[in-house]
């Protein structure tokens, strides 16, 4: 059984910034890509950031040069960390990861959750 538990969402004013992070926990052989999405109320999900096993990064346009990527792998842990947030940002936030198990099956892992709410 694997597991991701995202944390570090909540209400930011405009400019602000967050630290969002993701633990894998579980029958864990190796994570491979992890990333970020959002979704925003009506609209569908979309990539916000993404790092792979080897540390290679790729952003959306829209959060290029203000959110950061990172990962923990002896923590089994990604990061983002937002600055200055604009409304914009606001959505849920979802932690994905490639994750493969004891039994060299690999599959694709969804957080719950995260709310991110930028707002004055």
């Known amino acids: 059984q694997v597991q991701l538990v995202e944390s570090g969402g909540g209400l930011v004013q405009p400019g602000g910034s967050l630290r969002l992070s993701c633990v894998a926990s579980?029958?864990?052989?190796?994570?491979?890509?992890m990333g970020w999405y959002q979704q925003a109320p009506g609209k569908q999900r979309e990539l916000v950031a993404r790092?792979?096993?080897?540390?290679?990064?790729e952003y959306a346009d829209s959060v290029k040069g203000r959110f950061t990527i990172s990962r923990d792998n002896a923590k089994n842990t990604v990061y983002l960390q937002m600055n200055t947030l604009k409304p914009e940002d606001t959505a849920v936030y979802y932690c994905?990861?490639?994750?493969?198990?004891?039994?060299?099956?690999?599959?694709?892992?969804w957080g719950q959750g995260t709310q991110v709410t930028v707002s004055s």
């Open positions: 790092i792979s096993s080897s540390g290679s990064t």
């Open positions: 579980g029958t864990i052989f190796r994570i491979n890509g």
């Open positions: 994905n990861a490639g994750i493969v198990n004891m039994k060299l099956q690999n599959y694709d892992y």
